[in-house]
């Protein structure tokens, strides 16, 4: 994005008393805002961008099995009727917003049959925090006209009341409740006792600094660089970023949108100076997780984990990742009840609490073992609006240490893994057959066409847990979001055809890896030559690293004996990881 000078008003400042009248006067120019333009979004063209898959025979073959009914079962409505109760709160973990979300997620539950039918389970988890629950009552910033030292007006310039106001995101997460007034200074070295620091920096790389220096308030206008509006709506200067404070954070911490700050800044120079009002509440009660499990026919013990995060501040991150879950494990088990498919060979967790943290918490929890894990997280994101497209990020393999043609990383960039870690398996061959075998069937309908991509690994959610204990995990996503964590990833950003897509596409994957039989194996074996072919040419191409053709010969080796073993029923191969990579250099990452 680009930082230009503050706003330029559109029409005269009107004054009472000598205030500013400054919340109606912002133009659309001005911080974090780029070079107006109509372009807007160009049409998907769908398809997969990532290797392709083998064809599915008649009958259906892997995922191509299960998506046809899935998607006739999936209720996108009442998914959508979810994600909105979900976002109706700051769900900020353990707080009485997490607290109301994932009462209503154990209610979809058990409603739908789990915890209360033999073969599918419903537990709550309960787990101590280092810090009590936080739950951001009510927040205001206003502008005050002083005289003789004495408050004469107060304009309001932005607040909330309600949790799902768009204005809830004003408290940096983890700040303290706070009555604070003075004026404003915008640079860091500019601070003196007393003063409200205005930055563009995040308040956790300010707060130590502000607070020697004697800052009274921070109020940050940070935003991350991609969230630039796709649409040339400039709808990223009326972005809140959701931020945090460092635990155990004193000084009073606000987040504001670029529109704010221009305004704040205007005022300053013209005399105005600040209030700054909080209502937090902190509480010392456990986080809670929920785990609902359809039990396994033949191989209980070995399970699936599909997981999603109820905590957070948004919509696409993650209410609807945890609605398009809910409704997806409500819909196999309707399938199961009525006959349609069968009771798969293996248990499926469905899993939703703490982001990064509710996969560990099940994982420790359960004494099975488990095979693979699939994070949904931000799965209904709509491309017209958000510019972002549903995206496979597949676990550990070579190309997460170098990546060639045709991967390339998101803006989120690349990760760092160790190359010992690395172990065979072959989950993203089924996400990526799950996500063709859906586009395939939209097709069918006649529906607008879906496109999808991958990416090498980079890392940031709880597929990070499983691949750490050496099990094969992936995360379908939604990105580049220009509304990724800030205040408007709201429900009007949320496509319901793209949650159903995404979410029977993630739960046909979970299906197949669960239910695996021998039948399945030929189209695996099929894609998995054509990637084989793929990543072989790209890394003997000159200009690859020498060496690499090697590790990827031996990833191809062990991902074909995992599939076999998963089809076949048996016990996974235990591997070692892959032969060093201290040969290859990397500096031909492309």
């Given at each position: 994005?680009?930082?230009?000078?503050?706003?330029?008003?559109?029409?005269?400042?009107?004054?009472?008393?000598?205030?500013?009248?400054?919340?109606?006067?912002?133009?659309?120019?001005?911080?974090?805002?780029?070079?107006?333009?109509?372009?807007?979004?160009?049409?998907?063209l769908g398809g997969h961008i990532g290797?392709?898959?083998?064809?599915?025979?008649?009958?259906?073959?892997?995922?191509?099995?299960?998506?046809?009914?899935?998607?006739?079962?999936?209720?996108?409505?009442?998914?959508?009727?979810?994600?909105?109760?979900?976002?109706?709160?700051?769900?900020?973990?353990?707080?009485?917003?997490?607290?109301?979300?994932?009462?209503?997620?154990?209610?979809?539950?058990?409603?739908?049959?789990?915890?209360?039918?033999?073969?599918?389970?419903?537990?709550?988890?309960?787990?101590?925090?280092?810090?009590?629950?936080?739950?951001?009552?009510?927040?205001?910033?206003?502008?005050?006209?002083?005289?003789?030292?004495?408050?004469?007006?107060?304009?309001?310039?932005?607040?909330?009341?309600?949790?799902?106001?768009?204005?809830?995101?004003?408290?940096?997460?983890?700040?303290?409740?706070?009555?604070?007034?003075?004026?404003?200074?915008?640079?860091?070295?500019?601070?003196?006792?007393?003063?409200?620091?205005?930055?563009?920096?995040?308040?956790?790389?300010?707060?130590?600094?502000?607070?020697?220096?004697?800052?009274?308030?921070?109020?940050?206008?940070?935003?991350?660089?991609?969230?630039?509006?796709?649409?040339?709506?400039?709808?990223?200067?009326?972005?809140?970023?959701?931020?945090?404070?460092?635990?155990?954070?004193?000084?009073?911490?606000?987040?504001?949108?670029?529109?704010?700050?221009?305004?704040?800044?205007?005022?300053?120079?013209?005399?105005?100076?600040?209030?700054?009002?909080?209502?937090?509440?902190?509480?010392?009660?456990?986080?809670?997780?929920?785990?609902?499990?359809?039990?396994?026919?033949?191989?209980?013990?070995?399970?699936?984990?599909?997981?999603?995060?109820?905590?957070?501040?948004?919509?696409?991150?993650?209410?609807?990742?945890?609605?398009?879950?809910?409704?997806?494990?409500?819909?196999?088990?309707?399938?199961?009840?009525?006959?349609?498919?069968?009771?798969?060979?293996?248990?499926?967790?469905?899993?939703?609490?703490?982001?990064?943290?509710?996969?560990?918490?099940?994982?420790?929890?359960?004494?099975?073992?488990?095979?693979?894990?699939?994070?949904?997280?931000?799965?209904?994101?709509?491309?017209?609006?958000?510019g972002a497209i549903c995206l496979l990020?597949?676990?550990?393999?070579?190309?997460?240490?170098?990546?060639?043609?045709?991967?390339?990383?998101?803006?989120?960039?690349?990760?760092?893994?160790?190359?010992?870690?690395?172990?065979?398996?072959?989950?993203?061959?089924?996400?990526?057959?799950?996500?063709?075998?859906?586009?395939?069937?939209?097709?069918?309908?006649?529906?607008?066409?879906?496109?999808?991509?991958?990416?090498?690994?980079?890392?940031?959610?709880?597929?990070?847990?499983?691949?750490?204990?050496?099990?094969?995990?992936?995360?379908?996503?939604?990105?580049?979001?220009?509304?990724?964590?800030?205040?408007?990833?709201?429900?009007?950003?949320?496509?319901?055809?793209?949650?159903?897509?995404?979410?029977?596409?993630?739960?046909?994957?979970?299906?197949?890896?669960?239910?695996?039989?021998?039948?399945?194996?030929?189209?695996?074996?099929?894609?998995?030559a054509i990637e084989r072919d793929l990543?072989?040419?790209?890394?003997?191409?000159?200009?690859?690293?020498?060496?690499?053709?090697?590790?990827?010969?031996?990833?191809?080796?062990?991902?074909?004996?995992?599939?076999?073993?998963?089809?076949?029923?048996?016990?996974?191969?235990?591997?070692?990881?892959?032969?060093?990579?201290?040969?290859?250099?990397?500096?031909?990452?492309?």
């Amino acid at each position: 994005m680009n930082h230009l000078d503050p706003v330029r008003f559109a029409r005269p400042i009107l004054t009472t008393g000598g205030l500013l009248l400054l919340a109606a006067a912002c133009s659309s120019s001005g911080r974090g805002a780029g070079a107006p333009t109509d372009a807007g979004l160009g049409p998907l063209l769908g398809g997969h961008i990532g290797p392709a898959v083998a064809s599915s025979p008649a009958g259906g073959s892997g995922p191509s099995r299960f998506v046809p009914p899935l998607l006739g079962i999936f209720e996108q409505g009442a998914a959508m009727a979810i994600a909105t109760d979900l976002d109706a709160f700051y769900r900020s973990p353990a707080s009485d917003g997490y607290e109301r979300a994932i009462d209503r997620v154990i209610a979809g539950l058990y409603g739908a049959g789990f915890g209360a039918e033999d073969g599918f389970e419903l537990q709550v988890l309960s787990n101590s925090m280092s810090e009590p629950a936080w739950t951001p009552i009510s927040a205001e910033i206003n502008v005050l006209g002083m005289r003789g030292g004495d408050i004469v007006a107060r304009v309001p310039l932005a607040g909330f009341t309600d949790p799902a106001d768009e204005f809830r995101l004003l408290i940096a997460e983890g700040a303290p409740s706070c009555s604070v007034q003075g004026a404003a200074v915008f640079r860091l070295e500019d601070v003196i006792p007393g003063a409200i620091l205005v930055t563009d920096q995040s308040v956790r790389s300010v707060e130590q600094e502000a607070v020697k220096r004697g800052a009274s308030a921070i109020v940050s206008w940070f935003q991350l660089p991609y969230c630039d509006d796709p649409t040339g709506q400039e709808r990223q200067i009326e972005a809140i970023f959701q931020g945090s404070v460092r635990p155990g954070a004193t000084i009073p911490s606000f987040y504001v949108s670029p529109r704010i700050a221009d305004i704040m800044e205007v005022g300053s120079k013209q005399g105005s100076t600040f209030e700054l009002v909080a209502r937090v509440r902190r509480e010392v009660r456990p986080l809670r997780t929920a785990v609902a499990s359809i039990r396994g026919a033949e191989r209980p013990n070995e399970s699936v984990y599909v997981v999603s995060a109820v905590s957070g501040a948004g919509a696409n991150d993650n209410a609807a990742g945890a609605a398009g879950i809910l409704e997806g494990a409500r819909a196999l088990k309707r399938l199961i009840a009525s006959g349609q498919i069968e009771r798969p060979r293996r248990t499926i967790h469905f899993v939703f609490g703490k982001e990064a943290e509710a996969g560990g918490t099940a994982l420790d929890e359960k004494a099975d073992t488990p095979v693979a894990a699939i994070v949904a997280d931000m799965i209904g994101a709509s491309y017209e609006k958000t510019g972002a497209i549903c995206l496979l990020e597949r676990g550990w393999d070579p190309a997460a240490i170098v990546s060639l043609p045709p991967d390339a990383h998101t803006p989120w960039g690349a990760g760092s893994v160790a190359e010992e870690d690395i172990l065979p398996n072959g989950l993203s061959i089924v996400l990526r057959e799950a996500l063709v075998d859906v586009g395939l069937a939209i097709a069918d309908e006649s529906g607008p066409p879906w496109s999808t991509r991958e990416h090498p690994w980079e890392g940031g959610s709880d597929h990070d847990t499983f691949l750490g204990r050496g099990i094969a995990a992936a995360l379908v996503w939604h990105f580049t979001d220009f509304a990724y964590s800030t205040s408007l990833d709201r429900m009007d950003l949320v496509d319901a055809e793209e949650l159903r897509r995404t979410s029977v596409a993630i739960l046909a994957a979970a299906a197949a890896v669960a239910d695996a039989r021998p039948g399945d194996l030929n189209r695996y074996m099929a894609s998995l030559a054509i990637e084989r072919d793929l990543r072989l040419k790209a890394s003997t191409a000159e200009g690859a690293p020498s060496g690499l053709r090697e590790i990827w010969v031996d990833w191809f080796a062990g991902t074909e004996a995992w599939l076999r073993a998963l089809t076949a029923g048996k016990a996974l191969p235990e591997f070692e990881g892959l032969r060093a990579l201290d040969s290859i250099s990397t500096s031909a990452d492309r």
